[in-house]
């Protein structure tokens, strides 16, 4: 992936948390794991399995009417997962969408195989990203993506949803011979983008509205 002459390159598929970065005192866990805090703590490593069943995938952290839950997420950081809904068949973010997340105050941790990063980032900037979805991290060690996948004439009769749970993939919404909702690990976007039948794959808008900026 090629950024602005500033930017550091980064590598699809890869945690580059800085190890300058100071482990906080004042972190504060909340339920199923989700990370806030004044600065970013040591992340586990990545979980790599391709069982469906390990496959975690947050809520909105808000959208256009406000914060999820009526209320603004405490602390001053959070570790979140920012997917971008414009340009959104590319295989990933670009320099626009980097520059968004660091003017921001954010500090990129991972790079989606699709316009997505998880980032650490100030808690009352997130209302601020356009055409973003900005999701918590339930599980810090797992990067899974829900994607939205258009079949072309060659699945017919039928895609191969055998090989989408080969991949470690869950089928969350079907319409035979023409669309479906996947939940799946990042690094088995490459792949997908690969089967019989899939004309185009993006990101997955998903549920409600969008933060507009």
Known sequence: ???????????????????????????ALLGCRVLTGPSLPDLPP?????????????????????WS??????????????????????????????????????????EYHLPGYRVWIPIDSI?????ATIRYVPDPSRYDARVA???GPDSVPDPDLAEIGRLGGRVTD?????????????ASVPALRELRGVESLRVSAGDGCLFSG
């Not at 990545?46 to 406000?66: E, I, K, T, Y």
């Not at 340009?87 to 921001?104: C, G, I, S, W, Y």
């Open 127 to 131: 209302p601020s990203f356009p055409h």
């Open 46 to 66: 990545q979980n790599h399995s391709l069982d469906p069943a390990d496959l975690r995938f947050g809520a909105l952290v808000g959208d256009c009417q406000g």
């Open 69 to 110: 839950g009526g209320s603004r997420p405490p602390g001053t950081h959070l570790l979140a997962d920012v997917f971008f809904t414009t340009d959104q068949f590319a295989t990933h973010p670009n320099v626009e969408q980097f520059n968004l997340v660091r003017q921001r105050g954010g500090s990129i941790v991972f």
């Open 1 to 27: 992936m090629r950024l602005a002459r500033s930017a550091v390159r980064l590598r699809s598929g890869h945690v580059i948390v800085a190890r300058a970065m100071a482990l906080s005192l004042g972190l």
């Open 174 to 186: 079907l319409i035979v011979g023409f669309y479906a909702e996947v939940l799946l690990p990042d």
């Open 149 to 151: 996948i258009r079949f």
